[in-house]
């Protein structure tokens, strides 16, 4: 079964910082992966999603950008966050169109 | 554009009884439906999957599916204060999409 790997676990950024979000998944190859941002006490907001290698759609158009370097790997980036950046990032991987399942995420704090 | 509808809540039941989650769904093509379970502060973990009309049980809980009436039920029984959590319904692409669409979820408490 496949095992997604999301770090860090939590991250403080002062406003108008860069930010990097890795995601790597194991125990699979070619999937599909997702990125989700959570606000505090709301539900799940697709950012992007990526079926291959350089393959990327944005469904919220924003200050972030994604990226697939490799077939396992998922990159969540910005170079300037804003204050309403702040939230819980989820990746998500899912073959075909079995369910998705999430990496643990990382929740982002933005002073 | 499918939807996806939850009561948010909170839905709050005593410890032992039922609890009934439901989701209603706009996509009348839709073929299967998953459940999914987020702790406070944690991701969302998979706990059911149903793919055609009528009942599917895996311990406590219990998936329904109608298609006729585009709804989807959750009943845990003998419910515990350790299944208080949000419960989301999501619905899983179809042909040519890779997105799946979630509910906002239902806030379940269950009190000892």
């Known amino acids: 079964s496949q095992t997604i790997h999301q770090w860090p676990a939590t991250l403080v950024q002062p406003v108008g910082s860069p930010l990097s979000l890795e995601c790597t998944v194991e125990?699979?190859?070619?999937?599909?992966l997702y990125w989700y941002r959570q606000a505090a006490g709301r539900g799940l907001q697709l950012l992007f999603y990526?079926?291959?290698?350089?393959?990327i759609s944005s469904e919220v158009p924003q200050n972030l950008s994604a990226s697939r370097p490799q077939d396992r790997q998922f990159i969540l980036s910005s170079k300037k966050l804003l204050l309403s950046d702040s939230g819980f990032y989820l990746c998500?991987?899912?073959?075909?169109?079995?369910?998705?399942?999430f990496g643990d995420g990382t929740r982002l704090s933005i002073l | 554009q499918k939807e996806v509808e939850q009561n948010s809540g909170p839905l709050s039941v005593p410890e032992g009884a039922i609890a009934s989650l439901n989701c209603t769904y706009s996509?009348?093509?839709?073929?299967?439906f998953f459940w999914y379970r987020q702790y406070s502060g944690k991701s969302p973990e998979l706990i059911m999957s149903?793919?055609?009309?009528g009942d599917k049980e895996d311990g406590r809980f219990t998936a329904q599916l109608n298609k006729a009436s585009q709804y989807v039920s959750l009943l845990i029984r003998d419910s515990q204060p350790s299944d208080s959590a949000t419960y989301l319904c999501?619905?899983?692409?179809?042909?040519?999409?890779?997105?799946?669409?979630f509910g906002k979820g239902t806030k379940l408490s269950v009190i000892p």
């Open positions: 998500a991987s899912a073959i075909n169109n079995q369910p998705q399942h």
């Open positions: 125990g699979t190859s070619n999937p599909n």
């Open positions: 990526s079926v291959g290698i350089g393959q």
């Open positions: 996509d009348r093509v839709s073929q299967s």
């Open positions: 149903i793919y055609s009309n």
């Open positions: 999501a619905v899983p692409p179809g042909a040519g999409s890779y997105q799946l669409t």
